[in-house]
Each structure stands twice: as C-alpha cells, then as structure tokens.
C-alpha cells in the first residue's frame, strides 16, 4: 500500500550538501549566484573527488600534494594574463578597477608561489611542465579572452567598444566558477579539520581558502561578473551561463587528473578489481521516484473507470463510477497510514540498545512482514486493481518523473557495466513489475536491469485484479537480497551497495556492504536507532573510511556494521559511486 509522506523529515545527509542549500537562498537576483546554484552537481563531483576527499581525511600523499601546489602556477600566469585581456575589453572604470586590483591579487600570489612551493619542498629550479588538464583549461580561458567564443563574434569582429564589454563578461564568466568553488571547498575542507587538530598536514593551506579574505575575492569576482552582466541579453547570459558550467567540469577534470598513489575509498567502483563483482541494489518508490508506485496505479485504475463509464464498457469487472474508485482508494491509503503507524511502534523495543542488535531487529521485522502482506490482501481481495490496461500502465511508466539524478545514475552504470564486471537489482514492494520496467525502458536493456518485484496477472492486456506475490515485504526483499549475492559469490568475490528510503529497506541496507538511505525516514530513523543502528552523513562518513584506508586490499566497508550512511540526492550517489 502507499507509504504516508508524513514519514519523511528534513535530510542530514551531507556537510558538502547543507553548505550548497545555504548557497542557493542567497542572491536570488544575482546572475554569478544563479550560475553558482545551478552548478550543485558539479561542485559535489569536486569534493567527492579522491584528491579532496584524501585531502580531508588529512592522509593525501605529500608528493602528490606536491604536484598539485606546482601546478597551481600555471593556473596563476592564466588568470593573470586573462585579467589583463579583460580589463582591455571593458569600457567602465568602475569595471576596469575591479579587474585591475584581482589582476595584482593574482601577480602577488605568483611573487609568493616560489616561497610557498619551496616551503612544501618543491624545486622552483626546474621546469614545471603542466598537464593536460592544466592546459585544457588555461587554452580554454585564454581563447575566450581573445574573443574565440562559441556563439559569440571573434575578436576580428569586435565592432564597438559594447562588444568588447561582452569579451570581459565572458572571460569573467569563465573565471567565476573556480574562484568559488576554491572557497566552497576550502570551507567544505575546514569543517574536518577538528578531526585532525594540529597534526593535520595541510591545514595551514586550507585556511587558506576557507579565510574571509579569499572569500572577500571570490565575492568581488561575482560583484563584477554580476555589474558586466547587466546589459547582456538573454542569449548572452546563456552563452556566459555555458562557459560558467564548462569551467566547473575542467576544474573537476584538474582534481581528477593529480596522480593519486594511495588506496581511495572514492569512487567505490575502483575498490573492486576485474576479477570481483559490483552489485548495485535499489529500492524503487520514492528512492527512485517522486511519487508512490501505489498512488500511480491508483490514479490509472480511476482513469480506467472513467473510460469504462465514457464506453458503457468495464472490461473485466462491475461498473464502478471514478468517484467510488478514488474513494476506495482513500479509505484504503487511510487504514494503511494508521495501521503501519501503529506496527512501527509494535517494532520498537522498550529500551534502546546499546550495540547493534541485528537478531532482535529481524525477529521484529515479522510483524511488519505479516502487516504488510495483509495489505496487499485488501487490495486485492477488493478488486480495484482489476480491469486495469497494460498499455496504460507503460504509458503511465514512460512519463514518470524519477529523482534527480536517479536516471542519469542508472545510464553511467550501464554504460560501464562490462568494465565494472557489475550487476544491477531494482528490488520493489510495487505490484506491478511492467511500471518499473516502463520507467527504466530509456535507461539500457532488459536485461542491463533486473527487476524483482511483484507482477500484474493478465487476461490478454487487461488485468484480473490478481497478483503474482513475489515481494511484498522486507523478508521477501533480504531473501531475495541474499539469494541474487548467494549467486554472485558462487563464482566470484563481490562488493554491495543498496539504496533505499524506508524502514522496509532496513534489513538490506544493513547487509549490503554499503547501505545508502536517501532522504530521511522518521519511522527508518526511529526503529533503527531503537536496535543500535547509526546513521551517518554519506561525506564525513566516507572521509573517515579514508582515515582507515591502509593498502590496497583493506576491506574498510562491510554489511551488518550497524552504520548506515545518509545522502540528500542521487548526484552524491553517483559521486561516491561511479565518479564524475
């Protein structure tokens, strides 16, 4: 039956994600914070990067700490050269000075770079060749400040000093983003300071960029881009939006380029090798989706009766008017809603343990097993389900609305399927299999993901209103859960992850190498916590993993550890998981 939405409550998934939600109520009216909300995703794939996510667990190597401070030259001489051309572009003094005084911020910076370089033990002497990341993005840069824009008119075109003010605001525009996302992830990297105290190697440069100072510069970058912005057109603040995201994704190439030598726990993908198995679990209904697989085909069966009333037909079934149909949906959602109310609280112990309790918990679990199959009997044994059209079902299935990220995710899966050596379950209370593989029809092939739900019986397209009862609760789903691993492990070792959103995914997302709830379940939270069980933001979680990290073969994420670990979206899961 449908879930209440009355048990979600407010996300404490990740540092990295409450900083970004502070971001985007500020400056509503600002082209440079608009651009910066709309880069979320990218500046999570930044800090979920191995060279930030080693640089917070204060374990980076120093040699490639190393690199990456000589690098950063290359970036310097870039925007040095790239203030000089823009200043030459803009036609207001105001605009002019501002580009002038971060024009000498970036030539001090270089005067210092030597000091700083040799400080970490770098030889100023020798050349320092940039790599290709580098040059991606200061070639990038510095063909926009010489009017090389797509979209835009090159410089043997300029024609009035107005066209040379866009060349600034699109150089600009292209030199925002790293600016912020430097001071995003110098704060981002300050917070996890306290984990290490004085011992922490870097902190002397992270204070650095998370300093008022920095965050002064960063701001008057915006203050400028926002001013040049100001008598551009439309298209020209997309153009300028474009070339903002374009610098984001080149600053994620650089972070992703310096040559990590250690074991990372970031992305997950890379702590197997070809030999294992990936095996990736999900829930479907409100991990995957919006809304409620229950609610849909509530909505279709309604529809269903008003075809039949409109065609003077019913299929399979008495006439029923639309009417009726909702209402005994409602009531049905209602006894639903009060009675798991009152199972949840059959669940909790008297006492809440002191260690992780797994016996106790599946031996609760029954409860909710058995009230959830006689659910299941209601709806059946009514008959709503019945007379119901399996190409409405498909049609309802290809225009749902699936969480952001979610489809995005499943495409990069599947597209490194074979290199990963993966396998991919989309575990489901859903009584009707035929809507999650009509959700799932654009993402790969059938058989690119195995669907493990309950299933429509069917005269002809029509249903009977009967079920194949395959999963209809959480001991269906750890059974089912076990088995496709029991398979799996025949053959090779493997590594899990599971993701899901409710308390009926507890006994897997607990098994599971690696148990990711999305959003936040009062009624997860509460029988969880009550038996022992921890949860905890998926970043700080992960940048702990990494403190533990010691070689290649250390086994740092394992199930039944009584940690689960929270995340707000699935651009986090895809971060953690699969990497930009």
């Known amino acids: 039956m449908r879930r209440c939405v009355a048990d979600r409550s407010p996300s404490s998934a990740g540092v990295t994600m409450a900083v970004l939600a502070t971001a985007a109520t500020a400056g509503e009216g600002s082209a440079a914070r608009r651009f ?29 700490f190393r690199n990456y401070i000589a690098q950063d030259v290359h970036f310097l001489k870039a925007f040095a050269q790239a203030y000089e051309m823009a200043e030459e572009c803009a036609d207001d003094d105001d605009a002019k000075a501002a580009i002038s005084e971060l024009r000498k911020a970036a030539l001090h910076k270089l005067k210092i770079h030597d000091s700083v370089a040799q400080e970490w033990g770098i030889d100023t002497t020798k050349e320092i060749i940039p790599n290709p990341a580098i040059l991606k993005y200061t070639e990038f840069l510095l063909a926009i400040a010489s009017g090389k824009i797509e979209g835009g008119k090159g410089p043997g075109r300029i024609d ?49 960029y998370s300093s008022a100072s920095f965050e002064a510069s960063a701001a008057q970058m ?34 992703n380029a310096q040559p990590i030598v250690q074991p990372v726990v970031v992305p997950f993908k890379k702590l197997h090798d070809a030999s294992n198995n990936l095996v990736i679990f999900s829930d479907f209904d409100l991990t995957c989706t919006v809304l409620d697989s229950s609610a849909i085909l509530a909505e279709i069966a309604i529809l269903t009766a008003s075809k039949a009333v409109q065609s003077g037909t019913d299929n399979l079934s008495a006439l029923r008017s639309p009417s009726d149909v909702r209402d005994s949906w409602s009531a049905f959602s209602k006894q639903y809603t009060e009675e798991f109310e009152k199972c949840i609280e059959s669940l909790l112990p008297s006492k809440q343990a002191e260690t992780f309790d797994y016996e106790s918990l599946c031996k609760n679990y029954e409860q909710l097993s058995y009230f959830e199959k006689q659910a299941n009997s209601r709806v059946i044994e009514s008959g709503l389900l019945k007379g119901i059209n399996l190409e409405d079902i498909r049609r309802t299935g290809e225009r749902l609305v699936l969480q952001d990220g979610c489809k995005e995710f499943f495409q990069k899966a599947i597209k490194m399927k074979g290199k ?32 493990h739900s309950n299933e429509f019986n069917y005269e002809g397209s029509v249903s009977t209103g009967e079920i194949v009862r395959a999963m209809e609760s959480p001991l269906d789903k750890v059974k089912t859960f076990r088995s496709i691993l029991a398979d799996v492990g025949r053959e090779k070792e493997h590594m899990s992850v599971y993701i899901g959103d409710s308390v009926g995914d507890m006994l897997c997302l607990l098994e599971a190498d690696v148990g990711i709830v999305m959003g936040s379940s009062l009624s997860l939270r509460r029988v969880g916590e009550q038996h022992g069980v921890s949860f905890v933001p998926l970043y700080p979680g992960l940048i702990k993993k990494q403190r533990e990290v010691l070689r290649e073969d250390s086994r740092v994420w394992k199930g039944l550890s009584g940690v689960l670990y929270t995340a707000s979206s699935w651009t986090e899961i895809h971060a953690f998981v699969l990497g930009a």
């Open 36 to 64: 910066w909300i709309s880069s979320i995703e990218e500046a999570i794939f930044a800090s979920y990067s191995p060279f930030v996510v080693c640089l917070a667990s204060g374990k980076l190597d120093m040699e490639t």
């Open 160 to 208: 009035t000093p107005f066209e040379k003010t866009k060349i600034a605001a699109y150089t600009v525009g292209a030199m925002t983003p790293c600016m912020r996302l430097d001071a995003f992830l110098g704060k981002e990297l300050q917070l996890h300071l306290q984990y290490e105290g004085n011992g922490y190697p870097y902190k002397k440069w992270i204070e650095t």
């Open 222 to 255: 915006e203050e400028l881009l926002d001013k040049l912005c100001v008598s551009l057109t439309g298209k020209e603040l997309e153009i300028i939006e474009k070339l903002y995201h374009q610098a984001m994704k080149l600053e994620i190439e650089f972070f």
């Open 420 to 451: 990963l050596n993966a396998g991919f379950h989309i575990l489901s209370y859903c009584w009707c299999a035929d809507l999650i593989r009509s959700v799932f029809g654009s993402v790969g092939s059938p058989n690119d993901l195995s669907i």
